[in-house]
């Protein structure tokens, strides 16, 4: 069973930064995908950034250059600094990783990020 676990959030004033982690365990095909998302009150859940299994991250079209995806593959964690924050930004940010040999998602339990004055 993989089991996610997400780091990070919090309330940050505008103009400030936070930096989110996942880390995945017990994935016995090994992890392929890891991504970001997110959910604002009231939308859908959008792609944040994603890093395939060749380092290579694709952002979200939401996403402008105050974001940056990172992954660290031996601890199988992702990581997602985030600069500059507007209160737009405000939503639950939710961990997303995929298996080898598989198209099953696994998602983590959120963290919330809340950009306020």
């Known amino acids: 069973q993989v089991r996610l676990v997400e780091s990070g959030g919090g309330l940050v004033e505008p103009g400030g930064s936070l930096r989110l982690s996942c880390t995945a365990s017990?994935?016995?095909?090994?992890?392929?995908?890891m991504s970001w998302y997110r959910q604002s009150p009231g939308k859908e859940r959008a792609l944040v950034a994603h890093?395939?299994?060749?380092?290579?991250?694709n952002y979200g079209e939401s996403v402008d250059g105050r974001f940056s995806a990172t992954r660290d593959f031996p601890t199988n964690t992702i990581y997602l600094q985030m600069d500059y924050l507007k209160p737009e930004d405000t939503a639950v940010y939710y961990c997303?990783?995929?298996?080898?040999?598989?198209?099953?998602?696994?998602w983590g339990q959120g963290t919330r990020v809340t950009v306020s004055s």
């Open positions: 890093i395939n299994s060749a380092d290579i991250v």
């Open positions: 997303n990783v995929q298996q080898y040999f598989s198209d099953y998602e696994y």
């Open positions: 017990g994935a016995p095909f090994g992890i392929n995908t």
